[in-house]
């Protein structure tokens, strides 16, 4: 007898719990914010999550860290993140992409929609091609600004100022006061999706053109059976990156979010399953479960060193926070 718990479901109930996870902590951040800026007295303590939001210094961060073994004392939650993202990757393929990231939560949102009014696709390869090689060159262009162009004192100098002191809430208040320009783009980015399967994340998203490179060396991979496989194509119609898993042995597309949704698609029992090596076979869970804990794993070691919560005086980040936006 099959389970109830389908892949589908199993990743939409964890998508769910980050995403009002996030609700929570935008909701703290805008009441620190609020503190921040002397629109109210009552000190609400910021909440490290929302450091996760600030990919680019967290990359600072972390090119400061491998080159002095220094932590980021600014944003330290967001270098925390940024390394569990990337053990993530190397252990369990795009697991971020797949079971924590809310944009990955809407893009499928988006997607859903999308085919119930039949307009979800992946286009030609002459078309999709150049458009995935979008994310890769915006990666190696952060990735050959932060590492390369910008000497390490550049680095530093950036992290310590009061610009990157107040980034996540500039960030927040982007998202609460839209400019017209943004709302547009929104706009097309959602019809963009709904037309193309997770276009954000297919296309645009630098996060995931990195993850998804080490993703590429992950020892987890979905694996087909060629003698017991139909060739029915309900993996490949199913699969969220548009991967054409019935054509692979082993999946190790930088595309594969390890969603596992091609195995519950497919009809033939056995026939596709989640392995390590190429060669042992896991519940297919273990993807979505391994991600979760890893990161609660690196969280738990931040809280616990010293590497989670900014060492900067609430005062002084009121000070940074109430000058940067009254000059705004």
Not at 131 to 144: A, D, H, N, Q
Not at 174 to 200: E, G, H, N
Request: glycine share 10%.
């Amino acid at each position: 007898m099959k389970s109830t718990i389908t892949p589908a479901r199993f990743r939409l109930v964890i998508q769910t719990v980050f995403v009002v996870f996030n609700i929570y902590v935008g909701i703290r951040f805008a009441a620190f914010v609020a503190w921040a800026t002397n629109k109210t007295d009552v000190f609400t303590p910021k909440p490290g999550a929302v450091e996760g939001f600030l990919p680019i210094s967290a990359l600072l961060g972390f090119r400061q860290w491998i080159t002095t073994g220094l932590w980021d004392t600014v944003h330290p939650a967001g270098l925390t993140i940024f390394l569990a993202l990337l053990v993530m990757a190397l252990l369990f393929r795009k697991g971020f992409c797949g079971y924590i990231c809310p944009i990955g939560f809407l893009s499928g949102l988006l997607d859903r929609a999308g085919r119930k009014m039949g307009l979800s696709r992946i286009p030609v390869k002459w078309v999709d091609y150049p458009l995935l090689s979008v994310k890769y060159l915006l990666t190696g262009f952060f990735l050959y600004t932060v590492f390369v162009s910008m000497g390490l004192a550049s680095v530093q100098s950036f992290l310590g100022t009061p610009f990157n002191v107040v980034a996540d809430a500039k960030m927040l208040a982007f998202f609460m006061s839209p400019s017209l320009l943004s709302l547009i783009i929104i706009a097309v980015l959602i019809i963009f999706t709904l037309i193309f399967r997770y276009a954000w994340c297919r296309y645009l998203c630098p996060y995931g053109a990195l993850l998804g490179a080490l993703a590429f060396f992950s020892p987890t991979t979905v694996s087909r059976n060629e003698e017991t496989c139909i060739d029915c194509g309900k993996c490949t119609r199913g699969c969220p990156g548009g991967i054409r898993v019935q054509q692979k042995k082993h999946v190790r597309s930088p595309e594969c979010i390890g969603c596992a949704e091609c195995l519950g698609n497919c009809p033939v029992d056995g026939c596709l399953n989640v392995t390590v090596g190429g060669r042992y076979s896991v519940p297919w869970m273990m993807i979505g479960i391994g991600a979760v804990v890893t990161l609660l794993a690196f969280w738990g070691w931040a809280r616990a060193t010293g590497h989670w919560n900014a060492e900067m005086p609430a005062a002084m980040i009121k000070r940074f926070y109430s000058l940067f936006f009254t000059a705004g």
